[in-house]
């Protein structure tokens, strides 16, 4: 044992005084600018973090009043990112920016770059190799909202007596992630059920280069229904809270299915058999506890006697429409599809109506999935991979913003172990049911990307 | 007697037709009188050892007589027509032998040497068989063959058929016989293909086990429970068969059991998936102070098919014992008139059963019987007298258990309501209390189990006349046969029932056993006629056949049809003194004829259905219970007085010729399917009162504390409370006006086309390498056009503003989809090359079967072409639409119902002109609604036609005797294991060809014979 500790020492030693060998020169650098833009213009905003990285590299510089920032980087391939938000006029509505640019600083034994060029068809290409001109960093303008999506509870769980998938207790949370009260009074809830298959002939919104063709059409495809709150029911959410709404089965599973979840607590429920959603099993009748009158409303376009979304590939939104949506429902030019009661039927509904919305994919395969939302609402996706085993997508924390918030550090309750993988975890490290048990309030993630916003939970919140 | 008033003149038109018949028979009989008489008689040996052969048959075919050789062997026939004619004698294990003789006189000592059936011996057929003989396609696939691919299931014949697919063997699946026609097409022609086992009719026509309300399909029987290693040989009449075979129409399958003496005979037979085993013997018993007692035949089988090749458990069973008696009297009374005795009687046990699956979930098992008992008796007498050659009676009865038992585990997170009532009322659910089962119940939340059961006992039986005429007019032959058959059905069974009705779900209990008996009474007569003509002679059949079907205590009441029937061959050349020319046989054949296939009681009494609308629920207590409410009404139309029987109208022209030693058979086919049973709905119009939760509203009783009632006349839901503290109080209701579906058996109102051609090529034997070549092949074509008008109304929708109950009903030409028919186009081919080495008794062949061509395309027209569905150029927009035939290239198309009518006015309206006015008057709402009715197409390539592109799978199968006491077989499906990719040029995808060849699957049989 020993002789082997000396022989890796020796060698330890070896590989040490190799290494420094060639340490003692520093890389050369070259200059690199990168100017913001916003539909083709320069976005003249001082102090906006843009990020330059390659590998495990990475510089953050602020831009300057020009929109402009500089850096001075070795040779490689780096990506430009940035990511910010701004208060809209709407002062429910918060705008979020997000870009990204690929660099590739060469070198061929001049001292000087002799190319810089990136992949953005902004670029002219008479530019290419100018390093005087800034490299343009094009930004995509989203919203976000004060109401968000914080969970959903949609994969079911197991039937351990009967050996197998428990499906019908499903559930969403809509949470109010701002400081004061909302009304979503007129929030709808719906899902953007397309296939998300490359190559299924039922998609016919595949443009071929990973965007659907009604994203730039300006709508965004509810399937099968839309759900919304009773008329001259009012739906106050207060600062940091949420509202639970059950999709199907407003009563305490639990009772016979141990591994589920108990939702005849929840405050709103999915529950509209006059409209023909009337499947028993999804629909058992709501616990006495919810009013009827928080029952949601709903419109059937598609197929079936339920809702039936699916468990790995949800796609939920929520959305606020401009006019009154039981007539919206009723226009026929508002839909696909709408004769013939097919599951190909999709209400259109406008994109720059959407709160918020998620994106959740079975696998983490781009080359057999694609998005189903424009990048006006969101960008990226959460992988769900595990069903029927009781876990849940579940919203990330906004560090920051949280503990910023006045008298939460001595509530919020660190090392948060619920996630159901360690490798995908929420990266802010707060337990965020545990704070809240606390009493900490909570602001969530919304950075308009499902894979910087969401991860999936172990178990439900509410369990 | 009159079938139906529109029918009255064409029963004229065939009861004259009969008296022609009847008169040329009556001039054939008179000249028959004056043709003298000899007697036949000799011996028959064992070939090899010179032994007598005892019970073998011999039958002089012309005139139709017979003898059953005695313990000497020997034979006497008297009282034959001096002619030239055909004798056959055979024996079960010998091969047949067969030779025309002529009998001018007395012969006296014929001596005829049997070979005994091995593979020793030239001759060998491993495929099907075609009977040149026949006046229509018959062809017969015999003991050889059958172990030679070892069939497990006698449909699995089917492969070896012209043109035919070789199927996955197992038992695990349901099959049936489709003859000239696809599982899958409409006209129901698995119900309408007879399959008798050793005269044993089987049939489902008392089965409940096939019922579907809405599934229009009726299947056939099914021939899982047939033991396969006790079958001689199956016969299979494609063509238009004799007026002796009634309730069918779509062929004649007959399975023949062994029969006769022969040594122990051990089969055991493993594959993946299958393991057999077969023990038989036939023996004879002796003789006594009046001659033979006859012989008798013993088998028994056991064989188990797993659904999955890696698991054991869930498994198809038949275990089976056949036991078979023949005899035949010629001494005493019977010295001059002998007479033949059959007797059959077949046990079997058996079924698909999950137990002991350590797989499934616990506590959960599916037991399906398929259990039979079926007997059979045969006297046939013969005569010889000039006015009766032979009498024949034959009776059967043919017992099912298709019972099954299932045990499921079952939760629910709050009480389920179970229905029960069969009677028309509001009922309120109320929790199950012992003994007392109320129409509307409830199951408490949790976990349960339970099992429930189907009792289907169906029976059939069945006893039939015949007597035969055989006589000569100098050369011309003519034989007469007239026979009448009484057949019924009946099911002893009481359908669905369950010992714990606590736990059961929603079921009405229908007892099979009420529903009546089906009588069918028929007679037929046919006359069989052969004329020489030059070297050649003409065969002339015509038959005719009167089915009364009776069903007491029915409205269908007696219900009279008509099968009339004929054949004509003309053999141009015949084989005999032709060995050494090129054209050395040459025949051609013509048939038409019409068939009945009786409806199953399925057609007949459609099992009960029941509109259950759930008219009230009650949110959920602390209990997890919610008390529902239904209303419940029986929604059965059990008679319509239109209803046919469905016939089948066979039309065939064939040709056989062997040009120096390559026989070819030709066949082409057209075959139109009349009056196909089929389910239909329509809509009736009902009003209820139906209670919503939100009339709950502000009702101060705790939830906990509520007890609901409702009249069962009006519906009206009234809480009261549990603890009497607070008032009654009667919940306020909505009336909803309901369109509701009703079904009936009935027929479809177009045809169903089947049209074909079907050949077989025997190539001249290689002798050098001892080796034979067939190319067989079909080319079948199906089409279906659906043009009669139909209702559909999607119920389950709610209307756009008020979502009341859809009230629309569309009244579409050829029923409700964009499309009203298809048509389907296959050619398959097989090459079979089989090298028989009789010096070591080794047999091996190798199938190439091949698809050349697989087309189909869907259908939307009338019945003269006028095309249905309309191109429209906006996918969203159904009024978008542009002219151009739906037919051409990748279009969106619609399609409008004719007309439409509406809850409130049943009156039908034209439906486009009222959809375009609601678009163009705004009136968003009725446009929403009425837009429901379209139907469009959901992908562009749905009129396109489909073609695939040609797939091939090849099979090998080897067969080798061990000295006289042993044979091995072995065989591999699709060794090749073809994964190609086919490309559909309708869809242009590629699949993989997997789905169309048979899979990759092998199996070995020993067989012991001492």
Redesign the interface.
């Given at each position: 044992m020993k002789k082997f500790l000396t022989i890796l020492s020796v060698v330890a030693l070896a590989i040490a005084a190799v290494s420094c060998e060639k340490g003692g020169k520093a890389p050369k650098t070259y200059p690199v600018k990168v100017q913001l833009t916003l539909f083709g213009s320069p976005f003249a905003e001082e102090g906006i973090p843009v990020s330059l990285s390659s590998g495990s590299a990475s510089y953050s510089v602020e831009t300057d009043a020009e929109g402009i920032v500089s850096f001075d980087v070795p040779v490689g391939i780096y990506t430009a990112t940035t990511s910010f938000k701004k208060d809209d006029e709407d002062e429910n509505i918060k705008r979020v920016y997000n870009g990204s640019v690929s660099i590739t600083v060469t070198d061929q034994g001049a001292e000087m770059p002799k190319t810089i060029s990136v992949d953005d068809p902004e670029i002219d290409p008479e530019d290419d190799g100018d390093i005087s001109k800034p490299i343009p960093l094009p930004l995509e303008a989203s919203q976000t909202s004060n109401l968000i999506i914080k969970e959903l509870y949609n994969g079911g769980c197991w039937?351990e007596?009967?050996?197998?998938q428990y499906i019908?207790?499903k559930y969403i949370i809509i949470y109010n992630n701002s400081a004061k009260e909302m009304d979503a009074s007129k929030m709808c809830i719906a899902m953007a059920q397309i296939s998300n298959t490359v190559g299924n002939?039922?998609n016919?919104y595949n443009a071929g280069d990973g965007n659907q063709s009604y994203f730039a059409e300006g709508w965004t495809p509810a399937s099968y229904a839309v759900w919304w709150f009773q008329e001259g029911t009012s739906v106050k959410i207060a600062p940091y809270s949420q509202i639970v709404v059950s999709i199907c089965?407003?009563?305490?599973?639990s009772?016979?299915?141990p591994n589920?979840v108990d939702l005849?607590g929840a405050d709103y429920v999915m529950?509209d058999?006059?409209?023909?959603f009337?499947a028993?099993?999804w629909y058992?009748?709501?616990?006495?506890t919810?009013?009827?009158?928080h029952?949601m409303k709903t419109?059937?376009f598609g197929m079936g006697?339920s809702w039936a979304i699916p468990m790995q590939n949800a796609a939920p939104f929520i959305f606020e429409p401009k006019s009154k949506i039981q007539d919206f429902v009723?226009?026929?030019g508002n839909?696909?599809?709408?004769?013939?009661?097919?599951s190909?039927n999709f209400c259109k509904i406008p994109t720059d109506w959407v709160l918020d919305a998620v994106d959740i994919w079975k696998d983490d395969n781009n080359t057999t999935s694609f998005h189903r939302f424009s990048p006006a609402i969101n960008t990226g996706h959460v992988v769900f991979a595990v069903n029927k085993n009781g876990s849940t997508i579940y919203r990330n924390v906004d560090k920051e913003a949280t503990e910023a918030i006045e008298g939460n550090a001595s509530k919020l309750v660190y090392n948060y172990a619920g996630a159901f993988s360690e490798e995908d975890t929420d990266p802010s490290g707060i337990d965020a049911e545990a704070s809240i048990a606390n009493g900490a309030k909570i602001v969530y993630m919304d950075t308009n990307n499902s894979a910087n916003d969401f991860h999936v939970r172990k178990v439900a919140s509410i369990k | 007697m009159i079938i139906f008033a529109s029918g009255k003149l064409i029963y004229v038109v065939y009861l004259r037709r009969l008296a022609i018949i009847l008169f040329f028979i009556a001039c054939v009989f008179q000249g028959e009188l004056l043709a003298q008489k000899h007697t036949f008689a000799g011996m028959v040996t064992d070939k090899d050892s010179g032994k007598p052969v005892d019970f073998a048959t011999v039958i002089i075919e012309g005139s139709g007589q017979w003898a059953v050789a005695d313990a000497e062997g020997r034979f006497s026939v008297k009282n034959v027509p001096a002619s030239k004619t055909r004798v056959t004698v055979s024996c079960l294990g010998y091969v047949s032998w067969s030779r025309e003789i002529v009998l001018d006189k007395d012969v006296l000592n014929f001596k005829v040497a049997l070979a005994p059936d091995n593979l020793s011996l030239e001759g060998a057929v491993v495929t099907a068989k075609e009977d040149g003989n026949s006046a229509t396609t018959t062809r017969t696939i015999d003991r050889t063959a059958l172990d030679h691919v070892q069939v497990m299931n006698v449909a699995d014949i089917s492969g070896l058929l012209p043109g035919g697919a070789t199927v996955d063997p197992s038992l695990t699946t349901e099959k049936q016989f489709n003859i000239r026609a696809a599982s899958t097409e409409s006209g129901n022609p698995s119900f309408g293909t007879a399959v008798e086992v050793d005269g044993v009719r089987l049939s489902n026509n008392a089965s409940f086990a096939e019922a579907s309300t809405t599934n229009s399909s009726v299947k056939g029987v099914t021939t899982n429970n047939i033991a396969s290693t006790n079958v001689e040989s199956v016969e299979v009449i494609t063509g238009v068969p004799s007026v002796e075979y009634g309730d069918m129409s779509s062929g004649v399958v007959k399975v023949n059991l062994k029969k006769g003496k022969t040594p122990w005979m051990i089969t055991l037979s493993a594959s993946p998936a299958i393991k057999q085993g077969s023990v038989s013997k036939g023996f004879s018993l002796g003789s006594g102070k009046k001659g033979a007692r006859g012989v008798m035949n013993a088998s028994l089988e056991y064989t188990q098919s797993t659904a999955n090749q890696m698991s054991p458990y869930t498994a198809y069973r038949r275990g089976q014992a056949s036991l078979s008696y023949t005899n035949s009297f010629s001494r005493g009374i019977f010295a001059s008139m002998p007479l033949r005795l059959s007797l059959g009687v077949t046990g079997n046990i058996g079924g698909k059963d999950t137990k002991a699956d350590p797989d499934a979930?616990?506590g959960t098992r599916t037991i399906a019987r398929d259990h039979a008992a079926r007997a059979n008796f045969s006297l046939n007498w013969l005569l010889s007298k000039p006015w009766i050659t032979n009498l024949e009676m034959n009776g059967s009865v043919s017992f099912s258990d298709k019972s099954s038992k299932e045990t499921t585990?079952?939760?629910?997170?709050?009480n389920?309501?179970v229905l029960h009532g069969k009677e028309e009322g509001f009922f309120i659910a109320v929790p199950y209390s012992e003994g007392e089962v109320q129409p509307v119940m409830y199951i408490p939340?949790?976990?349960w189990q339970n099992t429930m059961r189907c009792e289907d006992l169906p029976m059939t039986t069945r006893l039939s006349l015949k007597a035969g005429l055989s006589r000569y007019i100098g050369k011309l032959n003519n034989k007469l046969k007239i026979g009448a058959e009484w057949s019924t059905d009946r099911n002893f069974g009481i359908g669905a029932w369950t010992e714990e009705m606590a736990t059961a779900p929603t079921f009405r209990e229908y007892r099979y056993r009420d529903v009546p008996t089906m009588h069918n009474a028929g007679v037929y007569i046919e006359d069989n006629l052969m004329i020489p003509v030059g070297k050649g002679r003409i065969n002339l059949i015509a038959g005719l056949r009167n089915d009364n079907t009776v069903v007491r205590g029915s409205a269908y009441g007696v219900t009279s049809s008509l099968s009339p029937r004929f054949n004509f061959k003309y053999t141009i050349l015949p084989r005999q003194g032709r060995e050494r020319k090129t054209v050395r046989e040459l025949s051609v054949r013509a048939s038409w004829g019409q068939a009945v296939k009786l409806p199953s009681f399925s057609i007949l009494f459609p099992m009960p259905t029941y509109r259950d609308v759930?008219v009230f629920?009650?949110?959920?207590?602390?209990s997890?219970e919610?008390i529902?409410a239904y209303h419940i009404q029986p929604r059965s139309v059990v008679f319509n007085p239109d209803l046919k029987w469905q016939k089948n109208r066979m039309m065939e022209a064939g040709i056989e010729a062997d040009f120096a030693g390559n026989r070819i058979s030709v066949s082409a086919f057209w075959n139109r399917t009349f009056n196909a049973y089929r389910i239909s709905s329509t809509y009736d119009r009902t009003t209820y009162a139906y209670t919503?939760?939100?009339s709950?509203?502000g009702v101060p009783i705790p939830?906990?504390n509520r007890i609901f009632t409702i009249d069962r006349e009006s519906g009206i839901v009234t809480v009261s409370d549990k603890t009497g503290s607070l008032p009654s109080q009667e919940l306020s209701h909505i009336t909803y006006k309901e369109l509701a579906p009703s079904y009936f058996a009935d027929n479809e109102k177009n045809p169903i086309d089947r049209y074909g051609i079907e050949w077989v090529i025997d190539f001249t034997k290689i002798r050098p390498i001892n080796t034979d070549i067939r190319l067989d092949g079909s080319w079948y074509c199906y089409k279906t056009l659906r043009t009669d008008v139909l209702e559909y109304s999607?119920t389950?929708?709610?209307t756009?503003?008020d979502?009341m109950p859809y009230p629309y009903i569309g009244h579409y030409y050829g029923g409700d989809s964009y499309s009203n028919g298809s048509e389907t186009m296959n050619l398959r081919m097989n090459l079979t090359i089989v090298t028989h080495i009789p010096s070591i008794r080794l047999i091996l062949s190798a199938k190439l079967e091949a698809s050349l061509l697989k087309y189909s395309r869907t259908l939307s027209e009338t019945s003269d072409g006028k095309e249905l569905a309309q191109v429209i150029s906006d996918?969203?927009d159904?009024l978008s639409t542009v002219g151009g035939s739906i037919y051409d290239g990748d279009n969106f198309v619609?399609r409008y119902p004719e007309y439409y009518s509406t809850f409130d006015d049943p009156t039908p309206r034209e439906y486009l002109p009222d959809l375009i006015a609601a678009?163009e008057g705004g009136n968003?709402?009725l446009?929403?609604d009425l837009?429901?009715l379209?139907?469009?197409s959901?992908?562009l390539y749905i009129f396109k036609k489909d073609y695939y592109t040609p797939f091939f799978s090849a099979n090998f199968s080897v067969t080798k005797e061990i000295g006289k006491i042993a044979s091995i077989s072995f065989y591999a499906n699709n060794f090749f294991v073809t994964r190609s990719q086919i490309r559909s040029s309708k869809?242009g995808?590629y699949m993989s060809a997997e789905s169309y060849v048979p899979k990759f699957y092998y199996g070995l049989t020993l067989r012991l014979k001492f």
């Open positions: 039937n007596r009967e050996n197998k019908t207790d002939a039922a016919d089965g407003a009563v305490d599973h009772v016979t299915i589920s005849s529950y058999k006059e409209a023909g009337n028993a099993a058992p009748a709501p616990s006495s919810i009013p009827s009158s029952y419109s059937v006697t009723l226009d026929e839909f696909v599809n709408k004769a013939s009661n097919k190909g | 979930v616990q585990l079952n939760s629910s997170v709050i389920k309501t939340a949790g976990h759930n629920t009650s949110t959920t207590n602390s997890n919610s529902e919503p939760v939100s709950l509203d939830a906990d999607p389950t929708l709610r756009s503003v979502r996918n969203n159904i619609v678009k968003l709402a446009y929403s837009a429901q379209s139907r469009k959901a992908y869809t995808t």
